[in-house]
């Protein structure tokens, strides 16, 4: 029932609902998840206004041939954790969107191995956001640097950071 009323709601009140949960920011990230992520398979591990770190389990229907992750999976999987860190740096009423996103890839992952992704902030800006994601195997072999930036928009200033 719960997974029903979460395909039914739109993006803008999921959003909300993340965003004004008086909880800590592991558990509102986690609490409702976002439909696309639920699909990958991310899992978060922890989140701070500063660092999001999440993996993923590299499964075969998001794989390439000869059985590697795809491209477009890695960087789905990173552009969901350089938004859920900006999401982290929102006002109440804040919205975000990816408006540029680039990807080197450096190694493969192989299907069943596990994949981590830690993102952090290079700005944190009024108007944008643009976050660098470090995506690595589980035994730390570099598989993928992803820089992307983000868009804020929907409140008149987000929170201030350091």
Not at 6 to 19: F, G, V, Y
Not at 119 to 135: A, C, K
């Amino acid at each position: 029932m719960a997974y029903a009323r979460r395909l039914t709601e739109t993006p803008k009140r999921r959003m909300d609902k993340i965003q004004r949960a008086p909880m800590d920011l592991l558990t509102r990230l986690t609490k409702e998840p976002l439909p696309f992520a639920i699909f990958l398979g991310i899992k978060i591990v922890s989140a701070v206004p500063d660092k999001i770190v999440a993996e993923m389990t590299v499964r075969d229907d998001l794989c390439t041939r000869p059985a590697v992750l795809h491209g477009g999976a890695i960087m789905a999987f990173a552009d969901t954790l350089g938004a859920l860190g900006t999401i982290a740096n929102l006002r109440d009423g804040g919205r975000t969107a990816t408006i540029e996103s680039k990807t080197n890839f450096i190694s493969a992952a192989p299907v069943g191995s596990l994949i981590v992704g830690e993102t952090t902030p290079l700005h944190r800006g009024r108007r944008t956001m643009v976050w660098q994601t470090r995506v690595t195997t589980a035994e730390g072999k570099l598989v993928a640097v992803v820089t992307q930036t983000q868009l804020v928009a929907g409140a008149s200033e987000q929170r201030s950071v350091p």
